[in-house]
């Protein structure tokens, strides 16, 4: 058994020393600036070639890693980095290099388009809508949601028309996958009936029905409904323009 004694049998002095020593190393620790993360300690990607060799042959294992690692940077040391302070440059490049070690990888476009797009900040959420454009069309079929996402905030966040016209078109150009909703598909023809090009609109709408692209019913008839409603605009207009000769 352990020779111990009570607290009672310490004595006065050497109890007020501890207390001192303890009451000290508190408030230095409270004084001491809590460790931060740091918008530039956002080090630059390594090359593709060597991520695959320090890889040992699993990239997509390394790709999954380093994405959790990219995302997960805003939360260092019990302290947040908001997106919008980040290198974009180098957010793209890790994006990029992550694409290359597992292109089939959907996280990366997610990210891009939902978690860096979505900043207060139009030049860094251009970069980011840009950057997921540049990557669907190396593959339309697999990368269309995050497209189609990033026109959604080009119409609404950036109130860029030109530039959600855009994606909308090379949604409808170049997405060829019959399992597409319509909605994404009509995407531009809706755009276009919002800026009043409604001719144009009725043609593309009209152009996809006969094409076939579209085979869920109820998709079809909401696509039906949308002709209907745009011609008889067309018509109104029509009528109005007569009246005024």
Known sequence: MRDERPLSHVSAPVLALLA?????????????????????????????SLLRLASLGEPIALAK??????????????????????????????????????????YPLFAASKLYAEVPDQARARRMLDFVYRWYLLDPNRRWPWLAHAAVLAKHQLKDMKLALEYAHALQEYTTDKNV???????????????????????MIGGLIASGRITDPSELKFLDGRLHEIEARLSKKGEKAKTLR
Not at 185 to 190: Q, R, S, V
């Open 181 to 203: 909703p319509a909605w994404a598909l009509t995407m531009e023809a809706f755009i276009r009936t919002d800026l009043s090009e409604l001719e144009t609109a009725r043609l």
């Open 65 to 106: 890693i380093l994405m959790l690692q990219l995302q997960s940077f805003d939360y260092q040391s019990g302290s947040r980095v908001p997106y919008r302070d980040l290198n974009y440059a180098i957010v793209e490049a890790w994006l990029a290099r992550i694409l290359d070690l597992d292109p089939r990888g959907q």
């Open 20 to 48: 001192a020593g303890l009451a000290l190393q508190l408030g230095l620790h409270a004084a001491l600036p809590q460790p931060q993360a740091k918008a530039p300690d956002l080090l630059p990607p390594p090359a593709t």
